[in-house]
């Protein structure tokens, strides 16, 4: 069955870096496009990136362009998200999802990025 | 950037009753739009896509209709695991955006 394993959360200062990865089992991971969506402890969802299925384009929010990179390694079934110069209002738990359907079908459990000094 | 405004924020009904959750969009995402539900410690579920398409394994009272800027999702009649948040979500335009979500309480 579809599987996708969120890692690498953890507690970190403002201005430091995170990378998260997201491995995945249970389809061919070289044909679907692969998102992050974040949500800020009881607050809603908020989309943050997406990786076409072979990594030749990527799109962000705005609240995060220019500070995070998305990218995939087909060979291991696995996307990261890679976030530079993180800030408060990043803490949140970071799901991967992918979208077999055109939408973000299957998701992960997510993990918990906390930005604290 | 397309805004999507949820109401009502709360919803409360009781199970066996009717619920009706709007989402307007502040530009045309064209049948782009689509209808997650999410419960407490889990992950968001896809329920509804291209507006109103139910995805695979959504029972037959969960229906999606509209088109441009005004979206409905409605639940015919409500089971006690309808209880949760539910949120909208469009693809039309670059970044996508979510809905703030309705919370669907028991009255």
């Known amino acids: 069955q579809v599987q996708l394993v969120e890692s690498g959360g953890g507690v970190v200062q403002p201005g430091r870096s995170l990378r998260l990865s997201c491995a995945a089992s249970?389809?061919?991971?070289?044909?679907?496009?692969i998102h992050w969506v974040r949500q800020a402890p009881g607050k809603g969802l908020e989309w943050v990136a997406v990786?076409?299925?072979?990594?030749?384009?990527?799109n962000y929010a705005d609240s995060v362009k220019g500070r995070f990179t998305i990218s995939r390694d087909n060979s291991k079934n696995t996307v990261y998200l890679q976030m530079n110069t993180l800030r408060g209002e990043d803490t949140a738990v970071y799901h991967c999802?992918?979208?077999?359907?055109?939408?973000?079908?299957?998701w992960g459990q997510g993990t918990l990025v906390t930005v604290s000094s | 950037e397309i805004v999507l405004t949820q109401s009502p924020t709360t919803l409360s009904l009781s199970p066996g009753e009717r619920a009706t959750l709007s989402c307007r969009a502040s530009?045309?995402?064209?049948?782009?739009l689509a209808w997650y539900q999410q419960k407490p410690g889990q992950a968001p579920r896809l329920l509804i896509y291209?507006?109103?398409n139910r995805a695979t394994g959504i029972p037959a009272r969960f229906s999606g209709s509209g088109s441009g800027t005004d979206f409905t999702l409605t639940i015919s009649s409500l089971e006690p695991e309808d209880f949760a948040v539910y949120y909208c979500?469009?693809?039309?335009?670059?970044?996508?955006?979510f809905g703030g979500g309705t919370k669907l309480e028991i009255k």
């Open positions: 999802a992918t979208e077999t359907s055109g939408w973000p079908d299957y």
């Open positions: 249970g389809f061919t991971f070289s044909s679907y496009d």
């Open positions: 979500h469009q693809r039309r335009n670059w970044p996508l955006t």
């Open positions: 291209d507006t109103s």
């Open positions: 530009q045309s995402v064209g049948n782009y």
């Open positions: 990786i076409w299925f072979d990594g030749s384009k990527s």
